[in-house]
Structures are given as structure tokens and as C-alpha cells.
């Protein structure tokens, strides 16, 4: 992961072949010291990917293999159980041009990834709410 720039609470980070894009974000909040965030703009590819789609339950899982084009990566970040959590969404496309997508559990930078981050100037915490929801509340 590279830092690209860094500036009245923007950042562009590129992340590079082989990282983990989900715990690479939470751990560079971490190291930053960074409890909200915006997760504005994310394009590039991704490979042993999970998604998921939650069902009013719990989340129901896919795995994709295949390196995909990232269409959409967004979310957000705050803090679960003491440490930074990201909440990240995405649309990926296959080889074949067709899409899928939801929440990004986990994926592996199969080219590059760039990624615009703006920091917020407040705190917002995940508290449970039955199951494996947790909802994003102002702390």
C-alpha cells in the first residue's frame, strides 16, 4: 500500500498486486489513528474475492475466484468492538462483462487499486442489533 497523497483530510492510497484491500484499509485507520471516514472512490481489480448479501439475518456468502474489474467500491469506516471497522460495498465484473455485487467481505488486489479517503471530523461506532447486524451510530 502506498500513500499517494495526503491532504486536509483526503487521501488517495494505491494498493498494489497480492495485498488484502478490506484489513489493509482497516489497518492503515489504524495506524492513523482514524475512527470515521468516508470511502468515496475505489477502482481496479480484485481477485479471491467474498461478497455477500444480508437477509434481514444474516449474510449470505459468495466466493468469486477469478480476477474482476472493480465497476463501484464505496463504504465507509468506524469503530466495532475498540478497533476500525470498514463497511465496504462493491460491483465487479467478470470476463464475460457481467456483474455482481454487495457487501466486500474480503478480496485480493489481482492489479491495482486506487482508493479516495476523507476523513471525518467525528466519531461513529457499530452497536449490535441482534444477529449479525450492527448498526453505525454517532458516538
Same mark, same amino acid.
Given at each position: 500500500m502506498t500513500v499517494l497523497h495526503r491532504d486536509d483530510g483526503t487521501t488517495v492510497i494505491r494498493f498494489d498486486m497480492g495485498e488484502e484491500i478490506v484489513s489493509g484499509i482497516g489497518d492503515w485507520c489504524s495506524d492513523m489513528g482514524i475512527e470515521a471516514a468516508a #470511502?468515496?472512490?475505489?477502482?481496479?481489480?480484485?481477485?479471491? #474475492?467474498?461478497?455477500g448479501r444480508y437477509d434481514g439475518r444474516e449474510y449470505v456468502k459468495r466466493t468469486i475466484d477469478e480476477s474482476s474489474e472493480i465497476l463501484s467500491l464505496q463504504g465507509n469506516v468506524s469503530i466495532k468492538e475498540g478497533e476500525p471497522f470498514v463497511h465496504l460495498h462493491v460491483s465487479l465484473a467478470d470476463e464475460s462483462f457481467s456483474a455482481v455485487g454487495g457487501h466486500l467481505f474480503e478480496g485480493t488486489v489481482s492489479m491495482t487499486i486506487e482508493l479516495v479517503i476523507i476523513e471525518l471530523n467525528s466519531s461513529f461506532v457499530r452497536t449490535p442489533t441482534g444477529g449479525t447486524f450492527w448498526k453505525l451510530e454517532k458516538r
Open positions: #470511502i468515496v472512490a475505489g477502482i481496479g481489480m480484485l481477485s479471491d #474475492i467474498t461478497i
